[in-house]
């Protein structure tokens, strides 16, 4: 089964960038459409982004469609979210997870496996 470890959260102020990281061990990173999720405090896990096993199709949730780029190297076997024009409502607890199949709805009950989550902090 694989494991997911999220890396590139930090504190950033609004309007600035960061690229959050998360590498696939124990498994074949291909096999996987990938998600991105985010929780904040107080506030249910709720969807951002996933990438579709090949990178041919991206879906994003509409607060950050335009801002957040979800990409994967599956030979590096790492997925990536590159987040810009942060602002403060993004603050939340980043995780990456793995589903053996496509979800059209992006319900985090769709993707089996689930990284520790990452800390990204906006500040105003």
Known sequence: QVQLVESGGG???????????CAASGGTL???VMGWFRQAP??????????SWNSDTKYYA?????????SRDNAKNTV???MNSLKPEDTA???????GR?????????FAYW??????TVSS
């Not at 607890?93 to 589903?99: D, G, I, L």
């Not at 990284?115 to 990204?120: K, L, M, R």
Request: charged content about 15%.
């Open 11 to 21: 504190l950033v102020q609004a309007g600035g960038s960061l690229r959050l990281s």
């Open 30 to 32: 291909s096999s996987y």
């Open 42 to 51: 107080g506030k249910e896990r709720e969807f951002v982004a996933t990438i």
């Open 62 to 70: 509409g607060s950050v469609k335009g801002r957040f780029t979800v």
């Open 80 to 82: 990536y979210l590159q």
């Open 93 to 99: 607890v980043y995780y990456c997870a793995a589903s």
């Open 102 to 110: 496509w979800s059209a709805t992006g319900a985090p009950a769709d």
């Open 115 to 120: 990284g520790q989550g990452t800390q990204v």
